[in-house]
């Protein structure tokens, strides 16, 4: 189940038509508070959620759907008519999972969200846990922790997290990153990895030293705890 929380009739109309004729079932919100009242009923795979909303913005619902347990590794992709650089990081800052700035293709939406669901399916690896020095982390359990405090990531940062860690010692591109994490190609907005590596590595503490920039090419696992 896709849910949608869009106030403009026919954008919200257009969307669940074809993610509905796409082989997904989608139910679209005018309002938050119907969106909250959904949710409390039955959670959704994936939140389509545009920001200028009646009630209460996008932000807010986002921010909120990441301090509740039951949600926070909720996938979350903005919606949203703001385009620059400035607000599309803002929203990865605050935990989405991708943006897609208005006016969209529909194909490009349907992608995203095969995308999008498709990683959040597979993307425990294989392992069935991860000891680096002071960070721990279990995929099975979905556990993240430093010093044996708990760590909260979205669903991106566990999923980036977990990818360089499957292959430590490896260096890859920002583009190889975006195709093995976010599933697509980002058609050159590169700079999603760096905001994700970012907030990684501060949400990782005295652990960030892990994750080794190697200049002029990208990331890996594998720098040393200072």
């Known amino acids: 189940m896709i849910y949608l929380v869009e106030d403009d009739n026919s954008i919200r109309e257009l969307v669940i038509y074809t993610l509905n004729n796409s082989g997904f ?114 995929p099975k359990e979905h556990i993240v922790r430093v010093d044996d405090e708990d760590i909260s990531l979205t669903l991106k940062e566990y999923d980036l997290l977990c990818f360089l860690l499957k292959n430590q010692g490896l260096v890859f591109t920002r583009d190889q990153i975006l195709s093995e994490v976010w599933g697509y190609e980002f058609n050159g907005e590169s700079r999603t990895v760096d905001v994700h590596i970012r907030t990684l590595r501060q949400k990782l503490g005295k652990c960030n030293t892990l994750i080794e920039t190697v200049r002029g090419i990208g990331y890996k696992m594998g720098g040393k705890i200072k």
């Open 25 to 138: 079932e989608a139910q679209g919100f005018e309002l938050p508070s119907q969106f909250w009242k959904a949710i409390g009923k039955k959670q959704p795979d994936l939140v389509l959620l545009d920001i200028m909303l009646p009630e209460e913005d996008g932000m807010i619902i986002l921010k909120k759907l990441r301090d509740n347990p039951s949600t926070k590794r909720m996938p979350v992709m903005m919606l949203t008519a703001k385009g620059s650089e400035y607000d599309k990081v803002l929203g990865l800052d605050c935990g989405a999972d991708d943006y897609l700035a208005k006016p969209f293709g529909m194909m490009e939406l349907v992608a995203r969200v095969r995308a999008l669901l498709r990683r959040n399916e597979s993307s425990a690896p294989k392992k069935e846990e991860y000891h680096l020095g002071s960070l721990y982390v279990s």
